[in-house]
């Protein structure tokens, strides 16, 4: 069976418009609103790498760049480089070739991992400069 | 227009892209669907599938191309069930919630 190729992405891009459709009327900046809190912090009363990532990406929605870091400052660069791979994933299905992305450079997941686990770790430090990271 | 070249003798693991490159390719690392469960869903599950993509371009390299293959397995494996368990934790939160709901307001 043949398939167009854009189809996987268009599905893609409209999955994603949808949540963002509902993170802009649900507006998870206003605390008890209707979506969920990450149940990491809802039990454990920490943050993980990914909280405030729906305040996050409200705030890109409303182009606030500077909301968006202070939410969550490793999610806007995930989204960025998120952004990225779908790109070249959509232009490879275009092109009928594989496009070499970052995510097939040899460091990026070690990269990767390092990175959100440092986050983990300074945006629930109690001292210094890390409260501020605390969402 | 250029084509690309002939197929090689030997087919190409499963997934591998077409013509231009090495027979023997590195499996995807499956990056972007573990980065894609841990902002998304919230969970570590999106964090054990990047330490499982992570091992892929090493295993690879030394040589330990089953370990390396495995390792992209599981880390899509692992992708999808923190995807999985994500729904899951979503349905039981919006029941909750609307069990909640109907609570205070009956």
Redesign the interface.
């Known amino acids: 069976m043949h398939v167009r190729p854009l189809a996987a992405p268009l599905a893609v891009a409209a999955a994603a418009a949808g949540g963002c459709v509902c993170i802009w009327l649900a507006n998870p900046t206003v605390p008890g609103g209707?979506l969920?809190v990450?149940?990491?912090k809802a039990l454990f009363g920490i943050d993980?790498?990914?909280?405030g990532?729906l305040r996050m990406i409200y705030s890109l929605l409303h182009l606030d760049a500077a909301a968006a870091v202070r939410y969550n400052a490793l999610?806007v660069v995930?989204?960025l480089?998120?952004l990225w791979?779908f790109a070249a994933w959509t232009y490879s299905r275009l092109a009928g070739?594989?496009v070499r992305s970052w995510?097939?450079l040899?460091?990026?997941?070690?990269a990767?991992?390092a990175l959100?686990?440092v986050w983990f770790v300074v945006r629930n430090l109690g001292f210094g400069p890390f409260p501020a990271l605390y969402v | 227009m250029t084509y690309p070249p002939p197929p090689p003798s030997e087919p190409p693991p499963y997934g591998a892209p077409q013509g231009g490159y090495p027979v023997q390719q590195q499996p995807d690392s499956n990056l972007v669907w573990g980065i894609l469960c841990a902002v998304l869903c919230c969970l570590p599950f999106g964090i054990v599938s990047i330490v499982y993509a992570s091992k892929v371009s090493g295993l690879w390299t030394q040589g330990r191309y089953a370990e390396a293959q495995k390792a992209s397995a599981d880390a899509k494996k692992w992708a999808i069930w923190g995807a999985v368990a994500g729904v899951v934790v979503g349905v039981i939160y919006a029941i909750i919630a609307v069990a909640g709901g109907m609570y205070n307001y009956s």
């Open positions: 209707i969920p990450c149940p990491t993980c790498p990914g909280c990532s999610g995930a989204v480089f998120l791979a070739r594989q995510q097939h040899r460091w990026s997941a070690p990767a991992l959100t686990l």
